[in-house]
């Protein structure tokens, strides 16, 4: 496990962003996962302009979701899809044809499971995938408890997640269900950043980092990963061990 820390949320965005940069370089068709949520906005902000100025090409990038609130599409506002296609996709060279999300208002997930679980298995594996963690530690909707045995999931979300989701919409939205990869496929990636930022998410990332690896706390199976890279501004790593 690696540990980045930078003092603010840009310098840590901006560090993100050339990281994902050199592994489009090294890879022009690598598989990424960026997660919803509000934590990768910037990074998606300083990958834009990587791109608008020469610094990177996404045209032959695919990209697939972390996770989607079951019931939502990109047409709700705040949806992970939405917000996606809103803060980035919309404004890289990546066709759409290359670009993969759950449709949480499918009428069959298992379909969408078994579509998604394609695509992924075209291209052997995840090259990269950013992740945030929730409050609960979870990654993706892989909430506290989760069978880390299961590479995709439709789960009932946990109270944490149902309270905090209000702050993504601009109206009541009921959520009660998730669907996501699950652990066993973000495991299988071969590079994993999970990013956090503030200081409301300083004890959950010293109980993730330096607590039990457990289910309990979903983002602390991360570390079974070798390649697990760690970015945290200045305030949420502040729980952290001195050494
Ligand atoms: C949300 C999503 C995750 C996201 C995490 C953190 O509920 N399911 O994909 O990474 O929680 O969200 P945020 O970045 O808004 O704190």
């Not at 990424?32 to 990038?61: M, R, W």
């Not at 989607?68 to 917000?83: A, M, P």
């Not at 990654?139 to 506290?144: C, D, L």
């Amino acid at each position: 496990m690696r540990i980045i820390v930078e003092n603010t949320y840009e310098m840590l965005s901006l560090k993100i962003a050339k990281d994902i940069v050199v592994t489009v370089k090294n890879k022009p068709n690598s598989l990424i996962c960026i997660a919803g949520g509000h934590t990768p906005q910037k990074v998606c902000e300083y990958l834009i302009n990587s791109e608008k100025t020469g610094k990177v090409d996404f045209s032959q990038c695919f990209f697939v979701s972390l996770d989607e609130w079951v019931g939502l599409d990109i047409n709700t506002v705040g949806s992970c899809v939405e917000t996606l296609y809103t803060s980035f996709f919309n404004h890289i060279s990546t066709p759409s044809k290359q670009i993969r999300f759950f449709n949480g208002k499918a009428k069959d997930l298992s379909l969408e499971i078994k579509e998604m679980k394609e695509f992924i298995s075209s291209h052997k594996t995840i090259d990269l995938i950013l992740l945030g963690i929730g409050m609960n530690g979870h990654v993706g909707f892989n909430e506290p408890n989760i069978d880390p045995e299961q590479d995709f999931i439709v789960v009932p979300l946990d109270p944490i997640t149902k309270e905090v989701s209000a702050k993504y919409f601009d109206k009541t939205v009921d959520v009660k269900e998730g669907i996501s990869l699950g652990m066993k496929i973000i495991l299988e990636s071969k590079n994993i950043m999970l990013m956090a930022n503030g200081i409301h998410k300083a004890d959950i990332m010293k109980e993730s980092i330096e607590g039990t690896i457990s289910n309990k706390i979903p983002a602390s199976l991360l570390r079974k990963n070798t390649n697990l890279s760690v970015y945290l501004d200045i305030l949420a790593s502040s729980k952290l061990s001195k050494e």
